[in-house]
């Protein structure tokens, strides 16, 4: 079982332009550029946000470019492109300005160029890099739902083959139309795996309730479908409203799951839980866990939340984990070893699309922490984090 994924991330991610290789801006470009007469399966139509939504919505019949998969820590230049850099390589052939969304491989940015910040109502955008901006994003045309599906199945048959039966899809965004989308799958044998939906806390009360079976279709050999934790995902240094929203989601009967990538959010979320315990027979999580200080790992294993590691980053972020982190914080990374010695319930998963949904990737490297060997698990010890 894959413990972390985004799974129609994923299948987006194959239906657009892959600049994922790029180690320079003029790379990335190259590629944006030869893209341009190929943009993919987007509808030709107005995007139509979520009642309530403040997202713009476009008001022309334009066709868009969707790419992803660039990285600024593995580029020469280490930096995001800008709109301008965008606006002089994605023209086509007779000069039309066309709309271009780039997603970063982590998808917490995009960068659009300046035709597809017209589109959306954006014009005064100083660079067209946009943090978190799903509000803004929602407004770029949806995918092609017979391509989308097309896609979902290849995926889940090549995950299958890897030995996949089961994920968890930890998308923070999840609502009622993506759990529509996944119980369609999974009951017309699309998606073959068993699936676990976290959804956002915006959409509590629009989704069953907590561990409903949506879709039971396993006599069938598709994926069955329940509804899983809330996840929440509070930014670096902004942890305004943790607490109310993890306070509200156990309210409604609810686990929630954490995005912590850092020590201080760690801390919050810790400090959190002890104010707010799960449900009665129900189990916190606390996703990545990216970097946790060793007076941290008692107090993890006090709360009983659920950790979920990512140790297939060790090998796809390790240029990044080189550059963007101290030598002492790199041994503070993917804890493994010692979450297990303090009796914490430790899983794993790819992330993917951001790394590969890779079992043997990352049953390698949890065997091999090259930062913090002590950390390394022996080959049954690893295995286990993929179990269900």
């Known amino acids: 079982m894959d413990h972390h994924v985004h799974f129609i991330a994923s299948v987006a991610a194959r239906l657009s332009v892959d600049v994922s290789a790029s180690t320079s801006l003029a790379d990335l470009l ?19 946000p979520e009642e309530g939504s403040d997202a713009p919505r476009r008001s022309s019949r334009v066709r868009w470019v969707r790419a992803w998969g660039y990285d600024e820590a593995f580029m020469a230049e280490r930096r995001h492109p800008t709109r301008w850099e965008l606006d002089r390589a994605c023209r086509s052939r007779s000069a039309e300005d066309i709309p271009v969304v780039l997603h970063h491989r982590s998808g917490h940015v995009a960068v659009l160029n300046s035709a597809a910040l017209s589109e959306l109502g954006c014009d005064d955008h100083p660079d067209g890099v946009v943090f978190d901006g799903h509000r803004i994003l929602a407004g770029t045309p949806q995918l092609d739902t017979a391509a989308l599906t097309s896609a979902a199945e290849l995926l889940s048959r090549q995950w299958a083959g890897a030995g996949i039966v089961a ?37 509590l009360s629009e989704v069953p309730a907590y561990a409903t079976i949506v879709v039971d279709s396993s006599a069938s050999g598709s994926g069955r479908l329940s509804v899983g934790p809330v996840k929440l995902m509070p930014l670096p240094g902004r942890h305004d409203g943790l607490q109310e929203a993890i306070v509200e989601a156990h309210g409604e009967g609810f686990p929630v799951a954490v995005h912590v ?106 065997t091999n922490h090259p930062f913090a060997p002590g950390e390394s698990l022996d080959p049954a010890e690893a295995r286990s984090l993929l179990s269900r």
Request: aromatic share 4%.
């Open 261 to 366: 990538v850092d020590v201080e959010t760690l801390q919050v979320t810790l400090e959190a839980f002890t104010k707010s315990p799960p449900p009665a027979g129900l189990t916190d999580r606390l996703e990545h866990n990216a970097l946790s200080l060793p007076e941290q790992v008692p107090a993890i294993a006090a709360s009983g939340a659920r950790v979920v590691v990512n140790p297939g980053f060790l090998a796809t972020r390790r240029v990044k984990y080189l550059h963007e982190l101290s030598e002492v914080e790199r041994g503070w990374l993917i804890r493994m070893r010692s979450l297990l010695e303090a009796g914490v319930d430790l899983r794993a998963g790819s992330d993917s699309p951001v790394s590969a949904a890779d079992p043997d990737q990352i049953i390698r490297c949890a």
């Open 30 to 48: 190259s590629s944006l550029q030869r893209g341009i007469d190929r943009p993919g399966e987007l509808r030709e139509r107005p995007a139509t």
């Open 167 to 203: 994920f968890v899809d930890a998308t923070h965004t999840n609502g009622p139309g993506d759990v529509d989308l996944m119980a369609r799958w999974c009951a017309e044998g699309v998606v073959t795996q068993d699936v676990e939906m976290m959804i956002g806390i915006e959409h």
